[in-house]
Structures are given as C-alpha cells and as structure tokens.
C-alpha cells in the first residue's frame, strides 16, 4: 500500500511563505503523476498544483507565480513551495499520486494545515 505523508503545515500572515513536503513510500519514478489538492472550510477540492506525466506541470490560475512545485527524486519527496500567501490560501492541502497500472488508482495522505491570517 503506497504512503504518503505531508510535512509543513501552521500557521503564516499575509505575504508570508511556507514549503510543504510530502513524502513517498513508493519510488517517485513509479507514478504517473503527482499532485497537490487543497481544501478550504465549505468549499470543493480544488487541484493546486500537479505534475502530469511527471514532466508537465499544470497550476491553479489562483496560484501561479506564487507557488512551485517540485520534487526530489532521491528523496522520494514531492513539494510545494508557497510564497505571497493569502488569506484565501487557508485550507488543509493534500498530497496525491496516481499509477496506472494495474488498475487506475490515486494515493491520497492525510493533508496538511495551512492557515493564513494576520
């Protein structure tokens, strides 16, 4: 059963930044694609940031130019690095991974905090 665990979650005023970590059981290598999901308190699951194909990368108009994604594949590490946050950028953001084979399937962790405030 493929892990994965987020890292880096608090607490941020405006125009502050915070790195988020999410850390693989399972090679890097051996997804499709890898993600970044967030959630915001009465509102749908929006995608942030992914890595399709693990090559192209696709972000959320609300968040390019603000936030990267990027991975360390010896680390099997997928992160998001978030600058300028604002307030709407609360929410608690989730890790995801996809594998084709044998079966079309998307790993979820269990999300990390994000809470921008002043």
């Known amino acids: 059963q493929v892990q994965l665990v987020e890292f880096g979650g608090g607490s941020v005023r405006p125009g502050g930044h915070l790195r988020l970590s999410c850390a693989t059981s399972?090679?890097?290598?051996?997804?499709?694609?890898m993600a970044w999901y967030r959630q915001a308190p009465e509102k749908e699951r929006e995608l942030v940031a992914r890595?399709?194909?693990?090559?192209?990368?696709v972000y959320a108009d609300s968040v390019k130019g603000r936030f990267t994604i990027f991975r360390d594949i010896a680390k099997n590490t997928l992160y998001l690095q978030m600058t300028r946050l604002k307030p709407e950028d609360t929410a608690v953001y989730y890790c995801?991974?996809?594998?084709?084979?044998?079966?079309?399937?998307?790993?979820w962790g269990q999300g990390t905090q994000v809470t921008v405030s002043s």
């Open positions: 890595f399709q194909n693990m090559d192209t990368i």
């Open positions: 399972d090679p890097i290598q051996s997804f499709s694609a």
């Open positions: 995801t991974a996809d594998r084709a084979l044998p079966a079309a399937t998307t790993y």
